[in-house]
C-alpha cells in the first residue's frame, strides 16, 4: 500500500496553525456601563457610569489588541492572556480641555473579556485622572472602574461616541 507524503506535513500544518482567531470573539464596539469609584483627599465617591468601548484586533501581532474608551478619548494597548481574556496596558491619554480645564488620565491597569457564553464584555480598569484650570482650580483623583456591555449594531457607534466622551475624564476628576 502506497501512503502520500503529504499526509503529515497538512497534518502538522493543521496541529501548528492557530486556526480561528479567539481574537474576533472580542472585536466590536460595546455601550457598555458600571460604576466608577474615585478618591480625592481621603474621600471615596461612587457613580454609575455609561461609555462606549471598542476593540480592535492588532494585524501586527496574533496577541494584541487596541481598546478605544471613548469617555477617556484614549486607545490603550493589551495583551491576549487567554481565549477571551486580556490585559489593558498602562496608558497616558491626550490631555483633553474644555470649559477652562485641561484633564490628563492615565489608565494604569486593566483587564478585561467575555464571560462563559461568549456575549457581555467585561471590563475592569483603574488610573489616575489630573485636572489644572484657568482660573486656579486643580484636582488629582484615582479611580477604579468595573463595566459590562454587550456589542452593539455598527451603525449606532458614532452617535453614542459623541455622546459620552469627555464625561467619564471630567466627573474622575472630581471637577463639574
Known amino acids: 500500500?502506497?501512503?502520500?507524503?503529504?499526509?503529515?506535513?497538512?497534518?502538522?500544518?493543521?496541529?501548528?496553525?492557530?486556526?480561528?482567531?479567539?481574537?474576533?470573539?472580542?472585536?466590536?464596539?460595546?455601550?457598555?456601563t458600571g460604576t466608577m469609584?474615585?478618591?480625592?483627599?481621603g474621600s471615596t465617591n461612587s457613580s454609575r457610569v455609561r461609555d462606549y468601548v471598542?476593540?480592535?484586533s492588532d494585524s501586527a501581532s496574533s496577541d494584541r489588541l487596541?481598546?478605544?474608551?471613548?469617555?477617556?478619548?484614549?486607545?490603550?494597548?493589551?495583551?491576549?492572556?487567554?481565549?477571551?481574556?486580556?490585559?489593558?496596558?498602562?496608558?497616558?491619554?491626550?490631555?483633553?480641555?474644555?470649559?477652562?480645564?485641561?484633564?490628563?488620565?492615565?489608565?494604569?491597569?486593566?483587564?478585561?473579556?467575555?464571560?462563559v457564553d461568549y456575549s457581555e464584555l467585561v471590563i475592569k480598569l483603574s488610573g489616575t485622572v489630573s485636572a489644572r484650570c484657568t482660573d486656579g482650580r486643580t484636582g488629582q483623583s484615582t479611580f477604579s472602574l468595573s463595566m459590562s456591555g454587550f456589542r452593539s449594531a455598527e451603525g449606532s457607534t458614532e452617535r453614542e461616541v459623541e455622546a459620552l466622551a469627555g464625561s467619564t475624564v471630567r466627573r474622575a476628576a472630581g471637577i463639574p
Do not use: N, W
Open 66 to 115: 487596541s481598546v478605544l474608551f471613548s469617555g477617556f478619548k484614549c486607545t490603550s494597548a493589551a495583551k491576549m492572556t487567554g481565549p477571551l481574556a486580556f490585559s489593558i496596558e498602562r496608558t497616558q491619554c491626550p490631555p483633553e480641555t474644555t470649559d477652562g480645564c485641561t484633564y490628563t488620565a492615565v489608565l494604569e491597569r486593566g483587564t478585561g473579556g467575555k464571560d
Open 1 to 32: 500500500m502506497h501512503r502520500p507524503h503529504f499526509l503529515p506535513a497538512v497534518l502538522l500544518t493543521f496541529a501548528l496553525c492557530a486556526c480561528g482567531d479567539s481574537r474576533e470573539d472580542l472585536v466590536g464596539g460595546y455601550p457598555i
Open 54 to 56: 471598542r476593540v480592535s
Open 37 to 41: 469609584q474615585t478618591t480625592s483627599g
